[in-house]
């Protein structure tokens, strides 16, 4: 059985998660998606929470196996992809699910399943402050934060090719906005 599905795309550091993590505590009969990713688990992360945790090599077996609905290639040896299993897990239950990727993995998504899904693109005000808030969350080394803001720039250009636009300025805002035009999404048949 399948359902609806939001989607989630922002360059990292433009406060997806806050957002996400809002919209999933809001009471909508939402339900996120865990992804797989081969890259080494951050402090605080837990395996099969926040990612499936696998290998570069094991990632790649899965891809081989068919096993992902769409994946890329974020950084080098950095696999993320959505995985069919997790998609049907929460279909069968009858809940929306909630994706979170990078912009093309939005944008395949989104084109995989046309108007049974809703694309967001989450945009930080502007580079500077991303840089700021990449540097503050300290989670990455310097030429991490580099490499981050290297390709944050080249997602930015993407952002049309979502169905809304959600700019992070303030906080409160963005998650007012951003369950508005889920609630409305999910009030159309
Ligand atoms: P992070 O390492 O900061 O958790 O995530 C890095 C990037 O990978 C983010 O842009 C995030 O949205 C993206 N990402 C997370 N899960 C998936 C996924 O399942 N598929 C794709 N294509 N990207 C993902």
């Keep these: 059985m399948q359902g609806k599905m939001i989607i989630i795309s922002a360059p990292s550091g433009a406060g997806k998660s806050t ?4 919209i999933l505590d809001s009471g909508m009969d ?48 950095h696999f993320y992809g959505t995985l ?12 929306t699910i909630l994706i979170e990727a990078d912009v093309y993995g939005g944008v395949s998504m989104k084109s995989q399943y046309g108007a049974q899904a809703l694309s967001i693109f ?9 840089k700021e808030r990449l540097i503050n969350r300290s989670t990455d080394k310097q030429e991490h934060i580099e490499t981050r803001l290297a390709k944050a720039q080249e997602e ?34």
């Design 156 to 189: 930015m250009d993407l952002a049309d090719k979502f169905d809304t636009i959600v700019v992070n300025d303030d906080l409160d805002t963005a998650v007012r906005e951003a369950k508005a035009v889920i609630q409305s999404f999910l009030s159309h048949e």
């Design 84 to 95: 069919k299993s997790e998609l049907s897990r929460i279909w069968d239950k009858g809940k």
């Design 19 to 22: 957002i996400i993590k809002a």
């Design 122 to 130: 989450i945009k930080p005000p502007g580079l500077a402050q991303l």
């Design 30 to 77: 939402i339900e996120f998606s865990v992804s797989a990713c081969s890259r080494p688990m951050r402090n605080g992360e837990q395996d099969g929470v926040h990612y499936h945790f696998l290998s570069v090599d094991d990632f790649k077996r899965r891809i081989v196996n068919d096993e992902f609905q769409e994946w890329e290639e974020v950084y080098k040896n």
